[in-house]
């Protein structure tokens, strides 16, 4: 392929990828003020209605089509010149453009207003059937009587008329209706509230799309590049997860049924393992708000990590949900974790899962403690020196703060973000709860992402549209741009995510 054709189709690709992400601002835009695009679309379908409903006068019709043909001269055999009506080519395009102002004349309108011995109260107009010599003539009035009386004159006024405009001319009617009995446009509610909805919908469209450019959301890896000033580790597909529960003593098992979900992942290892120090053991996968994927990202880590050959720990410190126990175990109501340790009601090996090889879980338990309590640290520290790395599911950081207290005890610390979710603006209040925290961030996995085609453009926004102001690399990590290649993902793929209530789980 020539580098022109190439160039060609990175444009399209990106042109595609553009209103693809307009069309998804919209939807998710509008999806978050559902109550505001109702309240536009009855607003226009009834407004609609009623306007038109106050507004629309009864018209009635009658119509006439009539014939003119031309007279000719003909020269006969004897010399002699003959006279006949025929039809003229010429004459009927001449016809064509100037018959229509010839019954919308002034002149025509005095002449039937004169015969009828009243003003006219009704539009008359000519509509002319291309390349021939018949004319389609209408009356309309918003009286039916009135609408029959002025077309009844015009069949008589206008022949002598058009003797002295036209010529000499024979005039055939060809068909006349009848005296009109309904109006020709009656008032019709469903098509009318019809026409407000489809109102409403281009309303709600355009209002949405400026509303959705004041409230930007992350789309790729290229938002997180310059909208935040940080790296994208890696992009995670939509995920298939099935449940096996044939052990009935134990926790089920989870499989990943995606293969490309499950090659990202192990992809998304090397590299945040790129990012962590030497001695760096214990990472914290945390996000903005919930469901977006955190918790399914943060198993599938551990699991990675497990596969490799290292010892992994998976700790669940979303208190708030417990998805964990309530997805993977029998009895999660029964559970004794992590919380239990610490209110002291529980050893740290009864806190502790064998899940599958190099792979445990620390459960949340079911007890209320603060993250704030100094008996974390210990557990942290025991397990520190038990397994090689340990994987930490934090609850999300715009929903509970207090829970950044955690990051004092990790070495790094990931972000989940779901692709069209939340707001950079909601991003960057989230970061600030833990930045400050001992652990080093690392950078962002976007997750449920489906790219709109293959190129690695910078999409619709462009350098001009992001400022380098103020970013989330720290300890001596200056901005730089990595190329992520990441893998062509079918949007297929539907998602389940951990992240849901018991009483949903259970069923």
């Not at 109550?35 to 006439?64: E, H, K, Q």
């Not at 001449?94 to 009704?122: C, H, W």
């Not at 198993?299 to 410190?317: H, P």
């Not at 790219?451 to 926004?461: A, C, I």
């Amino acid at each position: 392929m020539s580098k022109e054709k190439s160039d060609v189709k990175n444009i399209n690709e990106d042109n595609v990828g553009s209103i693809l992400y307009t069309i998804s601002d919209i939807y998710k835009t509008a999806k978050q003020h559902i109550a505001v695009f109702v309240a536009i679309m009855i607003f226009c379908m009834a407004g609609y209605s009623g306007f038109a409903l106050a507004t629309t006068t009864p018209m009635y019709r009658t119509t006439a089509t009539l014939s003119i043909t031309p007279l000719i001269a003909s020269d006969a055999k004897n010399g002699t010149s003959v006279y006949k009506f025929n039809f003229v080519s010429s004459f009927a395009e001449q016809m064509s453009e100037t018959f229509p102002y010839v019954v919308e004349s002034d002149n025509l309108r005095q002449a039937i207003q004169y015969d009828l011995g009243k003003p006219i109260n009704a539009k008359i107009t000519a509509k002319p059937v291309v390349k021939s010599n018949i004319i389609e003539v209408n009356v309309e009035s918003d009286n039916a009587n009135h609408s029959y009386e002025v077309m009844q004159s015009f069949l008589k006024t206008f022949p002598r008329l058009s003797e002295y405009i036209i010529g000499d001319t024979r005039i055939n009617i060809i068909y006349q209706s009848r005296k009109p009995t309904e109006p020709f446009n009656e008032y019709v509610f469903w098509k009318n509230l019809l026409t407000g909805a489809v109102a409403g919908l281009i309303i709600n469209i355009v209002l949405f799309y400026l509303w959705s450019l004041r409230v930007e959301i992350i789309h790729d890896k290229n938002d997180i590049t310059y909208q935040l000033n940080s790296v994208s580790i890696s992009e995670l597909p939509h995920v298939n997860v099935k449940r096996n529960s044939k052990n009935k003593s134990g926790p089920s098992k989870i499989t990943f049924t995606d293969s490309i979900f499950i090659e990202a992942t192990r992809l998304a290892r090397k590299r945040i393992l790129s990012y962590m120090e030497e001695d760096d053991k214990i990472l914290a996968v945390s996000a903005t708000a919930k469901r977006e994927g955190k918790t399914t990202v943060a198993f599938s880590l551990a699991k990675v990590f497990a596969d490799n050959g290292s010892k992994t720990l998976l700790i669940d410190m979303d208190f708030s949900n417990r998805a964990l126990q309530s997805y993977l175990l029998k009895a999660p109501d029964q559970c004794r974790g992590i919380t239990d340790y610490v209110s002291g009601e529980s050893k740290y090996d009864d806190a502790i899962k064998h899940y599958k090889t190099n792979f445990d879980i620390a459960f949340a338990g079911n007890k209320n403690v603060k993250y704030s309590n100094p008996a974390f640290a210990e557990f942290f520290k025991i397990a520190r020196e038990n397994y090689d790395y340990i994987i930490v599911d934090m609850p999300s950081c715009k929903l509970i703060p207090s829970a950044a207290a955690i990051t004092d005890l990790c070495d790094d610390l990931l972000f989940v973000e779901k692709c069209n979710y939340s707001t950079i603006t909601d991003i960057k209040n989230a970061l600030t709860y833990v930045l400050y925290g001992r652990a080093k961030f690392i950078g962002f996995i976007l997750n449920d992402y489906t790219p709109s085609g293959g190129s690695y453009g910078y999409g619709r926004y462009g350098y001009s549209r992001y400022g380098y102001t103020g970013g989330y690399r720290r300890y001596g990590y200056s901005y730089r741009y990595r190329h992520n290649y990441g893998y062509g993902y079918n949007s297929k793929y539907t998602s389940k995510y951990f992240e849901e209530s018991e009483k949903k789980t259970k069923k």
